[in-house]
């Protein structure tokens, strides 16, 4: 599903973020990407979305090499990722269901279908009763679910969350991984980016440690002995 071999990304300022970085996640898996601020992981993530373009070493995401790509393919390897960011990025003038209908809009989907698919993905994130509700009107962990809902009702066999508990407690954040769970138990492949340890400490998920731009430690989380 996303392939890294031998990945560096220097910043036109200089600024290496990325050195050297190589890994594999399979389609179906899921697993956490970890370090401090500044370590590397939203640049991790922006090379896979194509925000971002390597400086050295090859990027596949579902067997494109996104080095080999031409710009008119880009929206369509993107329509396989489902991002879900920290801050919502939810038009707070329009309902949750606009919200979370905007991307089959845009595909140009009927309204029948849209009303059908908005309506089974809100009851999956357990906002069936807020349908009609303006985002603002939710609290952070509601709308970060509008945000997952939004982000899967195109059914992307990839979702990538970048600090997708930062503005939560440790309860609430327990639940919105619950949710990424379900869905990777429906067999789509997660990677999470977070510096929050003690989430990933309760969880026995594959974890990937970013430090200054290297990646350290690739393991289950269980086999941790110390900090990294
Ligand atoms: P995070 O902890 O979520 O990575 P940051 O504060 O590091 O947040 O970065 C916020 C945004 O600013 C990101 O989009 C990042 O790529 C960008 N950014 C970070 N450092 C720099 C920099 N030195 N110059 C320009 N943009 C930067
Ligand atoms: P993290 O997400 O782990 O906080 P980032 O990928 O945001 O790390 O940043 C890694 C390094 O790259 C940092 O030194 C940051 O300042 C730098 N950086 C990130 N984005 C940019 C950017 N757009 N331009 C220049 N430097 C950047």
Known sequence: ????????????????????????????????????????????????????????????????????????????????????????????????????????????????????????????????DKSRSLPITLSGGEQQRVGIARAVINKPPLLLADEPTGNLDPKLSMEIIRLFEDFNQAGVAVLIATHDLGLIARMKYRTLTLKKGQMITDGLTEDWHDEP
């Not at 595909?107 to 009851?123: C, F, N, P, T």
């Open 1 to 128: 599903m996303i392939r890294f071999e031998g990945v560096s990304k220097t910043y036109p300022g200089g600024q290496q973020a990325l050195r050297q970085v190589s890994f594999h996640i399979a389609p179906g898996e899921m697993a956490f990407l970890t370090g401090h601020s500044g370590a590397g992981k939203s640049t991790l993530l922006k090379l896979i979305s194509i925000m971002e373009r390597p400086t050295v070493g090859k990027v596949l995401i579902n067997g494109h090499d996104l080095n080999q790509i031409q710009r008119r393919q880009v929206p369509y390897i993107r329509r396989d990722i489902g991002m879900i960011f920290q801050s919502h990025q939810l038009l707070m003038d329009r309902s949750v269901f606009d919200n979370v209908a905007l991307p089959l809009i845009i595909e140009g989907y009927s309204h029948r279908e849209i009303s059908k698919r908005v309506g089974a993905v809100l009851d999956r994130v357990g906002l069936s």
